[in-house]
């Protein structure tokens, strides 16, 4: 089992900036990939970005050049910088764990007014 804690979640206004992380703990893989999704209401989850345990990341086209996704190993937490939030940026975001088996986080909310 893994277990996946995300924070940083709130409301910020748009042009702002917010950083969320996402803790594992448990039985955690040397290699795996983590990823940050988010679901707006009324549409589905979809990837906003990934990383694997090497650091190569790979983002939603929607995010380019504004999100960041990093990793400390050694504390077994992803983080998302996420600047110039827009509008169209509001959903729950969910990390997952992508390993041996996948696990998801209980998701945050993100909310970036106008």
């Known amino acids: 089992q893994v277990q996946l804690v995300e924070s940083g979640g709130g409301l910020v206004q748009a042009g702002g900036s917010l950083r969320l992380s996402c803790a594992a703990s448990?039985?955690?893989?040397?290699?795996?990939?983590m990823g940050w999704y988010r679901q707006a209401p009324g549409k589905q989850r979809v990837l906003v970005a990934a990383?694997?345990?090497?650091?190569?990341?790979n983002y939603a086209d929607s995010v380019k050049g504004r999100f960041t996704i990093s990793r400390d190993n050694a504390k077994n937490t992803v983080y998302l910088q996420m600047n110039s939030l827009k509008p169209e940026d509001s959903a729950v975001y969910y990390c997952?764990?992508?390993?041996?088996?996948?696990?998801w986080g209980q998701g945050t909310q993100v909310t970036v007014s106008s």
């Open positions: 990383i694997t345990s090497g650091g190569s990341t």
């Open positions: 448990g039985n955690i893989s040397s290699i795996n990939h």
């Open positions: 997952k764990y992508i390993g041996y088996r996948n696990y």
